[in-house]
């Protein structure tokens, strides 16, 4: 068994291994590579035996130390790939302020083709057209996780699901949530004939009074981009507009806020 005391210790900035994990911290870099950086004890006890890693990375502290004793009675960790960083090289590679004990390389989760998906798993979905912020889609993330739903899909030009800031809101919830890719709606609706697809807009039926019309069905819920909302082809594709209807003063929500309660009464609706 691998001991505290017999890590590789790093106390150069320059070191070449340093050096490319705080590239992985500009999402250009990390997608082209498909690789992301995975902060704190829980989301590593999970991941780790998920997705593999690359490397694992520790802070020379107490913190550190008990991180590492969890992890390597929880892992057959791989001396070679495991390294521990003087604190102030560790600060170098994180993304949060506080160190969270452990960081880890691993391969990102990759983005099926919904096009090119032979059966979709059962069950109902969120799908986010041209989501640009990492902040709500890694919410949106965290609450399809919360409520069991089957996936996310993502239509046209989306943010990547899996950088930092998605994987943070998304408080591990990405690495376990199922996201597909599509170029349109067309190719949605050719994937989920059966499902009620469902499009949020200001002008459709209030939430509070739809009623599926056969409540055994799936549904897939489709929300628009922050700024813009909803595409003209995507509202005409759908089988329903919906909507939550307000009574006080704002003037509409957001997005992430609009998909956890229309999922949460929709979730209901559907047996």
Known sequence: MLRWNELQRITSRQNSLVKETVSLLQESKAKR?????IEGLRHNSTALEA????????????EGQACFDQLSGQLDLDPDRVRRLAPHIFTQIAATQHSQGVISVV????????SQTEAMPSGNYLVLEQCRDPGNLGTILRTADALGLAGLILLGDSVWPYNSKALRASMGSALYVPVWQADNVHQLKAQLPKHDLL???MAGTSLASYKPAIPERHYALLLGNEAHGLSSEAKARADRLISVEMTGRAESLNLASAAA???????????
């Open 199 to 201: 499009a949020a807009d």
């Open 51 to 62: 997705y593999g890693y690359r490397y694992i990375f520790f802070p020379d502290d107490p």
């Open 33 to 37: 590579e498909n690789l992301i950086l």
């Open 107 to 114: 391969e990102a989760p990759r983005l099926p083709d919904l």
């Open 261 to 271: 309660i229309m999922a949460w009464q929709l979730q209901r609706l559907y047996r």
